[in-house]
């Protein structure tokens, strides 16, 4: 009889791939969470526009806190980056008070995160703020293709190894290695960013070698696909990672806040899952991996998933609680009154012609830099600062980012080229006088179904300048410079200095590359001045300083021929922002 049961037992063990379920059997169910582009929405509250808001880590945190009591260590918990910039409380803690403990790590830590990884606009706080963010978090800063060039080693873990009931999860970080095109070298001194496919298929083969993983996760901040590409590298690389390096299971990226859910087919014939949560915490991605165990190798393997909308889930008490002192103190920072505006200013305006929104921002460009010509963008799609009383918090939506003031120096011709392109991504060429103005496309963000075809913190006017935008030419002849705007001739062959945020100065939109021709390894022998401070910082003091604040157009150029425009210019604002009924 014991002989006999041994035998059973050898020809059960045989047969357990095809058996429901024996001693040898089980599934284990790995529950997976991402959260990324956070942007500061720690707090269900808009500390910019002063109302409720919808998303938030306060939410996010009822749901984790729910999933953790089915699956216990099995639940894993990932952000994605840039989440040290948007709203208030993030400048609060990185530059009013940055003695204290900074809140983007330590609701980093309340909600037990598992890995990070940083972004873009986690780099452009600057060394001070991230190092000290990343010393204070709690799990893995992940970056594998950050390389400390001191070393020659990564700056940051490249990777980390969980283990959920004897399952070996490996999770890879990256980061869009573009940060070179739009940031000040100071900010990421002595860090370079490696191309992230080459550091994909290095990093997966010494995981898979060195780990033995059973999953492998990709956890990237880097869009799609897209954005800025060149000989040695792309912006937004997921789509390629994942049909072109064999191995990652599923891969959680952001970036490029477009919510999206795709599975895709790999090289080798394999499915990889891709779930990106957009932004500010509306949403989360949420997978599940289920892997099927026979005596301790996996089997098999089933990974589904989806972008889950978060913004209609309680608000977790203990977390508003826990984090009270921080929110008061934000609170008082942001309703500090700095002055009063006579009259209500929109970006809106800015698409369609001289705005005294954009405007005053110029303004304030010239007289700190005493540059001949400034170059600005609206840097929120639609927003206002309203008349009357202006607090510190207005200030977030006069000026977006925590950019500095640049004064670059440019010849009259690429002066020229970098507003063709400019208008170009824009602005329509009409072939009719019923045509669109505006460059549009449908399931945009405007209020009637439409929205801009591309990013309109990329829509630069000048100042300085007089010039006529003719929309009935073809892209590349739009624009005619007619003088300066103190009435001396302009010159494309004169050099002229030129005022822009750090953004556009360091290469961002590709307005000095593609658009006015300049190598980019040349623009930095072109800066002549940097400010030492953040433009809202200028704003906010020369609003303190004034008082009282009539910001208006300076009515310095327009689009023609008016007879077609007028008309365009009426119908294609009410179609962005006016709701039709």
Not at 403 to 430: A, C, F, P
């Amino acid at each position: 009889m014991k002989k006999t049961g041994l035998i059973l037992a050898a020809l059960m063990l045989l047969i357990c791939p095809n058996m429901k379920m024996t001693a040898q059997d089980k599934t284990i169910e790995i529950r997976i969470i991402q959260t990324s582009d956070v942007h500061g929405c720690f707090f269900p509250y808009d500390f910019i526009d002063r109302k409720p808001a919808e998303g938030s880590l306060a939410r996010v945190s009822s749901y984790i806190k729910r999933l953790r009591n089915a699956y216990g260590d099995n639940l894993l918990l990932f952000d994605n980056g840039d989440i040290l910039q948007g709203q208030p409380t993030c400048y609060y803690c990185n530059y009013v008070k940055p003695e204290l403990p900074n809140v983007a790590a330590s609701v980093i830590n309340y909600l037990g995160y598992n890995a990070q990884t940083v972004g873009n606009h986690d780099i452009e706080t600057g060394h001070a703020v991230y190092d000290k963010w990343i010393s204070e978090v709690k799990c893995p800063m992940l970056g594998a293709n950050i390389t400390d060039t001191r070393t020659g080693k990564p700056y940051l873990k490249p990777y980390e190894i969980f283990v959920c009931d004897g399952v070996r999860v490996a999770v890879i970080g990256m980061i869009t290695p573009a940060i070179p095109n739009w940031l000040n070298k100071q900010l990421w001194e002595g860090l370079r960013f490696e191309n992230m496919t080459e550091s994909a298929k290095q990093w997966i083969e010494q995981v898979k070698a060195k780990e033995h993983p059973d999953v492998i996760i990709g956890l990237f901040h880097s869009g799609r696909d897209g954005g800025i590409t060149t000989g040695s590298y792309a912006e937004n690389a997921t789509l390629s990672i994942a049909k072109n390096i064999p191995g990652f299971d599923i891969i959680l990226y952001g970036h490029d806040h477009k919510s999206n859910k795709e599975s895709v087919t790999c090289i080798d014939g394999s499915k990889v899952l891709c779930l990106n949560p957009s932004s500010n915490a509306n949403y989360v991605c949420d997978a599940t991996i289920r892997l099927n165990i026979c005596n301790g190798k996996v089997t098999g393997k089933t990974i589904t998933g989806d972008v889950c909308d978060i913004r209609k889930e309680t608000v977790d008490e203990d977390f508003m609680s826990h984090f009270k002192n921080d929110i008061d103190s934000v609170q008082a920072f942001v309703n500090r009154k700095i002055g009063t505006f006579r009259h209500s200013i929109h970006t809106r305006d800015s698409y369609f012609g001289n705005s005294a929104f954009c405007d005053f921002i110029h303004e304030l460009q010239l007289k700190i830099t005493g540059a001949e010509i400034s170059f600005n963008a609206p840097l929120s799609f639609d927003t206002s600062i309203n008349a009357g009383d202006v607090t510190v918090g207005d200030m977030f939506n006069l000026y977006k980012y925590e950019n500095q003031i640049y004064v670059i120096r440019m010849t009259g011709k690429e002066i020229h080229d970098y507003l063709e392109m400019s208008y170009s991504l824009w602005s329509n060429t009409m072939t009719s006088p019923d045509d669109h103005i505006m460059l549009l496309e449908k399931n945009g963000n405007g209020r009637n179904g439409y929205g801009f075809k591309n990013l309109a913190f990329n829509f630069d006017s000048a100042s300085g300048i007089d010039y006529e935008v003719d929309v009935t030419k073809p892209n590349g002849s739009k624009i005619k410079i007619l003088r300066m705007s103190d009435g001396t001739p302009f010159d494309e062959n004169k050099w002229y200095t030129v005022a822009m945020n750090s953004y556009r100065g360091n290469g961002g939109g590709e307005l000095l590359t593609k658009g006015a021709g300049i190598p980019h390894n040349s623009i930095s022998s072109r800066i002549i001045y940097e400010s030492e401070r953040d433009q809202r910082y200028y704003l906010t003091k020369e609003i303190e300083k004034a008082g009282n604040v009539d910001p208006q157009p300076g009515n310095n150029w327009r689009f023609v021929p008016e007879e077609w425009t007028v008309p365009a210019i009426k119908r294609d604002k009410k179609l962005l922002f006016e709701t039709n009924k």
